[in-house]
Nanobody, 114 residues
Framework: QVQLVESGGGLVQAGGSLRLSCAASGTTFSGGTVAWYRQAPGKQREWVATDSSGSTNYDRSVKGRFTTSRDNDKNTVYLQMNSLKPEDTATYLC?????????WGQGTQVTVSS
């Protein structure tokens, strides 16, 4: 069974950092595209970043503060989040299309206090 599992969320003060992980089980990312999204209460899910081996793109609200990376040996993609702001508070989810099937993780909560 293929699963994407996020971890690394938590409560942090404004200006702090967190590193989220998205681990694939039952399959590998095989260098494919992995994207990060977030959803705050009462708001629509929004795209945050995309990591397509060798190429990364970020929403302008996080550009310069968030960075993606991957460890192929661990089959894990990371989202390093620095200079966090209260408006970054949301559930963060990873997304990937693996061999034509769409997968979402269950999400990890990030709360940034002011």
């Amino acid at each position: 069974q293929v699963q994407l599992v996020e971890s690394g969320g938590g409560l942090v003060q404004a200006g702090g950092s967190l590193r989220l992980s998205c681990a694939a089980s039952g399959t590998t990312f095989s260098g494919g595209t992995v994207a990060w999204y977030r959803q705050a209460p009462g708001k629509q899910r929004e795209w945050v970043a995309t990591d397509s081996s060798g190429s990364t793109n970020y929403d302008r609200s996080v550009k310069g503060r968030f960075t993606t990376s991957r460890d192929n040996d661990k089959n894990t993609v990371y989202l390093q989040m620095n200079s966090l702001k209260p408006e970054d508070t949301a559930t963060y989810l990873c997304f990937s299309i693996i061999r034509g099937t769409t997968y979402w993780g269950q999400g990890t909560q990030v709360t940034v206090s002011s």
